[in-house]
């Protein structure tokens, strides 16, 4: 099972290592659903008509989104929470030599 337009999905800037801002969504997969960065990718280009330069370049899987105390989505905790996955990753993989 690929994407599907009903899944649940929230895009946002994050920095990675060079700090240069990405693009990473979020999504909140359907029951049953397998997803994949290219599958979400091919979703957003031949259905949607996304433009390339706009497309995810990551992907991370929710089971919910956080909310703000008036019940609309936290883009800024959704950017904490890449942030200090993208430097756990880092942390674990430094570059050497550099």
Known sequence: MGF???NSCACIAMHDHSLEKRTCA???P???AELSLERLNDFLL???KIAKFKLPERLELADAFPVTPVGK???KTLREMISAKVEAEI???P???V
């Open 46 to 48: 031949n259905e949607r």
């Open 30 to 32: 359907s029951h049953g």
């Open 4 to 6: 599907r337009a009903d």
């Open 91 to 93: 942390a674990a993989h």
């Open 26 to 28: 979020y999504v909140i």
């Open 95 to 97: 570059t050497h030599g």
């Open 73 to 75: 989505l936290s883009k």
